[in-house]
T-cell receptor
């Protein structure tokens, strides 16, 4: 699986959009971009995934650049409960193989 | 759907004793389960992968005789930390695949193990 690079930490004001970047310059054609988050002392939670097109669900939006070398997770209206570590993972889609976690981005949403 | 239950959520044990952690898929059959360990302020580290009915595959550096994994059914996997020592104190998390399609895996809520 391709390696990802994320900033170690970010702050966001409550109610504003949180934009979390991820670089994955070595991504291959059949690899998807997955995002998980881990709230303190809990198991990781799936957020969203995508291959080429931008994706949106009830939790977030995922913007993938045309060359697929980077992506941005967008939480449109961050709340205090969105404070967590966000992990960007690149892998072959579906339930194949294991998930390798990097260091992620610690997002702190402040009042 | 796709719920994974992990039990216990926390446990304190004496050095030298063994501790068993259970991971159950509640509404799907988990063909594969994964066990992770997470030390404070660090990321999740994969320990082993288990498929129902077969021996677990351990990551390099993980002692298979110390961390016994059993995946006897499609809904249950257990991790037993044998002869626990204080350095085994950590947050243990399981995940399961089998019912989530392209979403990947579902994680349990984790077990905080403290060895005193």
């Amino acid at each position: 699986d391709a390696k990802t690079t994320q900033p170690p930490s970010m702050d966001c004001a409550e109610g504003r959009a949180a934009n979390l970047p991820c670089n994955h310059s070595t991504i291959s054609g059949n690899e998807y971009v997955y995002w998980y988050r881990q709230i303190h002392s809990q198991g990781p939670q799936y957020i969203i995934h995508g291959l080429k097109n931008n994706e949106t669900n009830e939790m977030a939006s995922l913007i993938i650049t045309e060359d697929r070398k980077s992506s941005t997770l967008i939480l449109p209206h961050a709340t205090l409960r969105d404070t967590a570590v966000y992990y960007c993972i690149v892998r072959v889609g579906g339930s194949q193989g294991n998930l390798i976690f990097g260091k992620g981005t610690k997002l702190s949403v402040k009042p | 759907g796709a719920v994974v239950s992990q039990h216990p959520s926390w446990v304190i044990c004496k050095s030298g004793t063994s501790v068993k952690i259970e991971c159950r898929s509640l509404d799907f059959q988990a063909t594969t389960m994964f066990w992770y360990r997470q030390f404070p302020k660090q990321s999740l580290m994969l320990m082993a992968t288990s498929n129902e009915g077969s021996k677990a595959t351990y990551e390099q550096g993980v002692e298979k005789d110390k961390f016994l994994i059993n995946h006897a059914s499609l809904t249950l996997s257990t991790l037993t930390v044998t002869s626990a020592h204080p350095e085994d104190s950590s947050f243990y998390i399981c995940s399961a695949s089998g019912g989530q399609g392209m979403r990947g895996y579902t994680f349990g809520s984790g077990t905080r193990l403290t060895v005193v």
